[in-house]
Structure formats: C-alpha cells, structure tokens
C-alpha cells in the first residue's frame, strides 16, 4: 500500500500513519506523548498532563523511574534473550521472591495477562488430568468479566460482545452472574474442574469480590474438588493496598493471574500457582518463547523492589483514602454527574451520570488522563508512588470539570 503522508509540524508524525494499522483502537488523533516522567507525561507541544491511567495499570511506578531504568539499562548490555532451553537466574530469581510473598510455589512467565490466563486455564485441566479427572474439563466463569482477548479468554469473560463473531463459543466454560453465589451449586457438574473469577472486576466495572463471596468460592472449591483462579492482572502488584488483592479477603487461590503493574510498562506476566497444581506443569505441558526472558525478568524484579519498599502499600492506600474522600464529595454535590464511588486501593471507579465518554474527555481537555470502565464508569488508575501533589492536582481538576457539568 503507499501512501502519501502528510506531516503534523508539530509532531513530525503524519496523522494518516494510522492507516497501516488494524481499526481496533481509536486513541485521540491529535494527542501523542512522546515522554514521562513519574505521574507526567508530555506532547512536544509543551503540554503536560497528569497521567491517572498509568497505560491501564501497567506504568505502576510511572515513566522513567530510576531503578527501573537502571535494571533495563544495565540488563540490556548483558543479555537480552536465550530461550527457556538454558537457565535465567534472573526468572529463577523473580520466580523465587514471588513464591516467597504470596501463596504460590511455582511460577510461569509468559508476556501479558491473557498468556497468564491460558497458562491458568492449562494448570486446572492439565491438574484433573493428571489425577485422574480428565472428563472435569469445564471451568465457571462470572458475566461481564475480562480475561484477555485469546479465544480461551474471551470465551472464560461470559461477555457477550467479546465472542461475538468469533464462534465457535465453547471452549469449555460456563457462567453465573457476577456474585451471584447462589447459583454456583446449580452450575457445578461432573465434568467442572474449577472457576475463575476477577478479584476486583475492572473492565467489566470496577467491582471488588466481597470477603463473603470469595471465601463461598474457597469453600465450594475445595468441597467439590475444584480449583481457584484469581485473574489479578490488573488488580495485583500492589494495586489493591496488598501485594496481591486476595489478601484483603482471608482467603488463597491454586492459581493466580499477573501482568499488566509486573513489569512496570515493559511486557510480562506470570502465572502463579501452588505445589498441588505446579507438580504437574512437567515438561512437554506448556512454554513460552519470550517469557521470563532475561530482560523481563530484570525489570519484574526491580518493580518487585519498589513494591516491596516499605511505606509503598501505606501510600497506596493513603492516595486511595483521599482520592475517595475526594470523589465521594463530587458524588453528593454533583449528583447529576456522578453517582458513586467503587474500587479497591489505587483502582478507583467512579460511576457516571452523564455518558462517561464525555467526563473522560473533559478531564483530559483539563490535562487529566484517566480510563474508562463499563457500567458506565470512569476509572482512575494513578501510578502507586503517585504523590500527595498529583493527587492535589487531579482531585482539583475532577472537581472543576465535574461541578461545570452539573446540571444547575
Ligand atoms: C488487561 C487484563 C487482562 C489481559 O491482559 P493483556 O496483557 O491485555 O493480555 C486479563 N485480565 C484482566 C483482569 C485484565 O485487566
């Protein structure tokens, strides 16, 4: 195809470059950053905006943190790549503190949430198998969750726009509706070999599992024979105020989904999952040629630092507290905007009572960067280390736009 490209001066990048790309994004044609620093990012036309998004949860430290630099940089001159044919120290070494602080035994790296969610998917048949049970091959999933956008995961999410025209459909899962409990025991058969479930929703609208809930889950799990995955790609690495959000729940998992805050903005996930479930993963069961490649494994154990650091969690939860006193106050004076205030830690959603397009958009033509979530939602996402400044700093742009909305 040629193209005849015609320049934006002002970025150097012509605006029809897109035409070279599959439709299935639509960014904002006149916006491009062309670099961060922490909770900033900045266009060359000077602007700043305050970055509440944080790539949709994934700059979990923001842009350009030193130590994370540092751990590419200096990776990057050593070793960048030799395949899972060798050992990786620096796998082996994430694998290892990652296991360490949390329920897990063995860990899988693959290079995004969906992969952490097949290897997921994997690890509960590969398990009914091995011990016998290969007919439980079916897993329950809740509606209008978000898995990932492989066959399998879509079909896992029980979100009807997500298969749409990509049948077939089955590929062994079944749904309830999210949270009802109730049901579960109606859907469980013998050929149900686990369920699988979000901890905190977040496409889907950002939704916390309650305490009860998960440990209903726990329960039916381990009476029935069946094993527990937490998708918490975008809901772990701190996020929630804990290392993982199923600790604010009393309860552990077989397996645990990570990605998007591991590696910090550079591309990793893991598949976590206990000795029960991992002593069969053997060779011959599941590989990735990228995952937990030398450099990815550099930079997850270095964010795995930063996480680690202490008073981290407390900030987030802190930023968290504030920035929800903030919201909940727009919620009672501006009721014709915003209706309430959801999330867990640093994933905030507020629900909308205008189209949330158009408080997304306002907010951003005021230099503020957030996210969108069903149910009408906006959803706010800072990084972790977000500072009591930029929290200052959002909240005052949340509140200007939201009461210039308000319906007098
Ligand atoms: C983003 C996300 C995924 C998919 O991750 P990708 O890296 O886009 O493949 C899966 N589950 C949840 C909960 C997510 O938020």
């Known amino acids: 195809m040629q193209v005849a490209a015609q320049c934006d001066t002002s970025t150097n990048v012509p605006f029809n470059e897109r035409d070279a790309l599959w439709p299935n994004y639509s960014p904002p044609q006149d916006l491009i950053f062309t670099h961060g620093s922490g909770t900033e990012l900045y266009t060359d036309r000077g602007e700043t905006y305050i970055d509440f998004l944080s790539g949709i949860a994934v700059t979990a430290f923001g842009h350009a943190h030193p130590h994370l630099l540092d751990a590419l940089s200096t990776q990057s001159k050593k070793l960048w790549h030799v395949s899972n044919v060798f050992r990786i120290p620096e796998a082996e070494k994430l694998a290892k503190r990652l296991a360490a602080v949390s329920f897990a035994d063995r860990i899988f790296f693959a290079n995004s949430g969906t992969e952490a969610i097949e290897a997921s998917i994997k690890a509960v048949r590969g398990y009914q198998a091995a011990i016998g049970k290969p007919e439980r091959n079916r897993i329950i999933g809740m509606s209008d969750s978000f898995h990932g956008r492989t066959i399998a995961a879509v079909a896992a999410s029980g979100n009807p726009s997500y298969v749409q025209n990509?049948?077939?459909?089955?590929?062994?899962?079944?749904?309830?509706?999210?949270?009802?409990?109730?049901?579960?025991?109606?859907?469980?058969?013998?050929?149900?070999?686990?369920?699988?479930?979000?901890?905190?929703?977040?496409e889907g609208g950002i939704r916390p599992l309650t305490s009860q809930m998960l440990n209903h889950l726990r329960q039916v799990c381990d009476a029935r024979g069946l094993l527990l995955i937490l998708d918490e790609v975008q809901c772990g690495v701190g996020r929630s105020g804990k290392l993982f959000a199923y600790e604010t729940f009393g309860i552990e998992p077989d397996i645990l989904a990570a990605a998007k805050g591991l590696g910090g903005g550079f591309p990793i996930g893991a598949c976590l999952v206990s000795e029960k479930v991992g002593q069969h993963m053997v060779v011959g069961t599941?590989?990735?040629?990228?995952?937990?490649?030398?450099?990815?494994?550099?930079?997850?154990?270095?964010?795995?630092?930063?996480?680690?650091?202490?008073?981290?969690?407390?900030?987030?939860?802190?930023?968290?507290?504030?920035?929800?006193?903030?919201?909940?106050?727009?919620?009672?004076?501006?009721?014709?905007?915003?209706?309430?205030?959801?999330?867990?830690?640093?994933?905030?959603?507020?629900?909308?009572?205008?189209?949330?397009?158009?408080?997304?958009?306002?907010?951003?033509?005021?230099?503020?960067?957030?996210?969108?979530?069903?149910?009408?939602?906006?959803?706010?996402?800072?990084?972790?280390?977000?500072?009591?400044?930029?929290?200052?700093?959002?909240?005052?742009?949340l509140g200007k736009e939201v009461r210039r909305l308000e319906q007098p």
């Open 166 to 202: 990509f049948a077939p459909t089955d590929h062994g899962f079944d749904h309830i509706t999210w949270g009802d409990m109730a049901s579960l025991d109606a859907v469980i058969n013998e050929k149900t070999a686990g369920v699988i479930v979000e901890t905190v929703q977040g």
């Open 286 to 397: 599941h590989g990735s040629t990228f995952g937990g490649n030398p450099l990815a494994a550099a930079v997850g154990n270095a964010v795995l630092d930063l996480v680690l650091e202490p008073g981290l969690l407390e900030n987030v939860l802190k930023q968290a507290n504030t920035l929800r006193a903030g919201l909940e106050e727009l919620v009672s004076d501006c009721p014709s905007v915003l209706s309430k205030v959801t999330g867990l830690g640093l994933m905030i959603g507020a629900k909308c009572a205008i189209p949330n397009v158009e408080l997304m958009t306002a907010l951003r033509q005021s230099k503020l960067l957030v996210g969108r979530a069903g149910d009408n939602m906006i959803r706010l996402l800072p990084p972790l280390n977000v500072s009591d400044m930029h929290v200052t700093q959002a909240l005052n742009i």
